[in-house]
T-cell receptor, first 114, second 117 residues
């Protein structure tokens, strides 16, 4: 089975721009979670989608948004980029019937904001 | 609210020595606990997990961890370190699905393990 894939792997943007990141979960997984990883704040939960619905959301400003498609692929969007948005963005998928939130992670997208 | 504390942001051991990475958690409900490893420029790989049942859990690459409810701890150990174990390790806690826990793992700040020859 293929693992979680994320595209692109690297992105460089300038302040004020917007960016869209993509995540394809493991086949059969319908839950997709997103995390932001920075040296200062560590790993922080952004949001989770299941069957095209956002079920949970972390404490991030409204500039961070996401969506999920009928094939379970997910995208996250960051508008009006700030320098502090530079981070590794990780996507994780989980099986429908998982009771414990065991998550499988992709390789991440490294976003640099200049 | 859940929280995870990893004692020691950096741990250094010699090859062949015991590895001990410490994790303490706070959770209002019986927790589900995970250890993940991250190699440079990669995502997180699951090492092991505690859900229910046996409190000593074995994972990949010779790692194991013991859930101690009385100490709210879930420390990761490996009897003999290998150079390839050098990486960053994260402890995480989940309440399981439902409500504000859907799809959410709460992570510790990570411990960078260095292995010296």
């Amino acid at each position: 089975k293929a693992g979680v894939t994320q595209t692109p792997r690297y992105l460089i943007k300038t302040r004020g721009q917007q960016v869209t990141l993509s995540c394809s979960p493991i086949s059969g997984h319908r839950s997709v979670s997103w995390y932001q990883q920075t040296p200062g704040q560590g790993l922080q939960f952004l949001f989770e989608y299941f069957s095209e619905t956002q079920r949970n959301k972390g404490n991030f400003p409204g500039r961070f948004s996401g969506r999920q498609f009928s094939n379970s692929r997910s995208e996250m969007n960051v508008s009006t980029l700030e320098l502090g948005d530079s981070a590794l963005y990780l996507c994780a998928s989980s099986h429908d019937r998982d009771l414990y939130n065991e998550q499988f992670f992709g390789p991440g997208t490294r976003l640099t904001v200049l | 609210a859940q929280s995870v504390t990893q004692l020691g942001s950096h741990v250094s051991v010699s090859e062949g020595a015991l590895v001990l990475l410490r994790c303490n958690y706070s959770s209002s409900v019986p927790p589900y606990l995970f250890w993940y490893v991250q190699y440079p420029n990669q995502g997180l790989q699951l090492l092991l997990k505690y859900t229910t049942g046996a409190t000593l859990v074995k994972g990949i690459n010779g790692f194991e961890a013991e859930f101690k409810k009385s100490e709210t701890s879930f420390h990761l150990t490996k009897p003999s370190a290998h150079m390839s174990d050098a990486a960053e390790y994260f402890c995480a806690v989940s309440d399981g699905p439902g409500g504000t826990s859907y799809g959410k793992l709460t992570f510790g700040q990570g411990t960078i393990l260095t292995v010296h020859p």
